[in-house]
């Protein structure tokens, strides 16, 4: 064990356990039973074992900095094996030109809080366990295993035999670097030290061999909030009544933010149909004035014959927002009709490819309306199609 309170979940056995010292020995119980000899209502700090995280390290070039966090998750959606909506992924700081990205099922991290709710503790943190092995490049042995941290290209947990290989990939990423080794016995620590000397002097021109427990570095990631922040905890008693107190609060603060976020969330869906409406407009009939625009829309599309239907504002406006949602740059209206006898819109549309026709007629049907493809065909690389769509399904 290299830390303290590490908390590991077991599949297998679907438990908690936590490894921890007490008294100068090492210990590893249930975490429940280790929860329920903790003071009520107190906060605990812990670190979750590598075994249940994974570490990826991507480069996502010409992203700026303030928009790492978000860019990620789409960045990691084709490597991973379920939906990236299932997982929690907390950007973790940047080396050699690559992003690093923890990745942890959210459903984990709930059942992990809600076993400490049972005992009524609060988890204030969560510190993957890699995140604090140190700087530069490290080799932390911990029983069979091999706590790994290569900046910019590998970190996580790593069985015996999962070793060599790993060093021979490394050696086509990594050069001229110092490597730190912290064995549990001097005689495995002089083994490996030959192994990668002799092996991979290219890779790391540097070997340092340590005994003892590896010193840590400070936590820079916390898995329930990101970025760990000092939070000043006071020692004094809460009294009876400040239980009560904070929850009104944060149910108001809660109820208020809820409200803004939902009034600015729908002033931007209509500001988003607005401008798609006004840019198929534009693109369907250049050149012309754009003031009251709708009302134009309608009666040219109709050949200047008098439009009294609501559903056909509805259907525009669904279509205009379908188009933006499904990729306006990869999707050109060529042409619209609109049949006065069924109530249909006929569009013709030039693709780069069918699955680009098939997710914009999939954005209408999203949007309550009905649609289907009447026709597709080659023309050159790209895919001409007709869609026919009506009202409300």
Known sequence: MISSNVVRWHGDREEWTIQYIQDGTEATVLLATWAAQQPEMSSVKLILSATNYVTHWVSLPGVKGRNVARALPFALEDSMIGDIANFTVIPGG???????????????????????????????????????????????????????????????????GALPPTLDYLSSKVSAQVLHIWPENIDQGNLLQTTVSSGHGDTFTEIELHTGKPEHSVATVNLLK??????????????????????????????????????????????????????????????????????????????DAVVGSAAFSDMMLGVSSAWGVAGSNNISIQGVRFSDRTGELLLEVLTPNQANLQAFKEAIEAKGLTAEIASASAEGNSIKGRLKVGGAA
């Not at 009524?120 to 932390?140: A, F």
């Not at 790994?148 to 290209?153: D, F």
């Open 226 to 303: 990101g970025r760990v922040s000092d939070v000043s905890e006071r020692s004094s008693a809460p009294t009876w009544w400040g239980g009560m107190v904070v929850t009104s609060v944060a149910a108001s603060v809660v109820l208020v933010v809820f409200l803004l976020l939902s009034n600015m969330q729908l002033q931007s869906n209509i500001q988003k149909v607005s401008n798609n409406s006004l840019s198929l407009y534009k693109q369907w009939f250049p050149g012309e004035r754009t003031t009251n625009y709708e009302a134009l829309f309608k009666r040219k599309l109709r050949g």
């Open 94 to 160: 940047s080396a050699n030109g690559n992003h690093r990205a923890y990745v942890v099922a959210t459903e984990l991290l709930d059942n992990l809080a809600e076993l400490l709710e049972l005992h009524h503790l609060r988890m204030v943190s969560l510190t993957p366990e890699t995140n604090i092995l140190g700087e530069g490049c490290v080799l932390v042995q911990d029983q069979h295993d091999w706590l790994i941290s290569i900046p910019g290209y590998m970190e996580g947990r790593l069985p015996q």
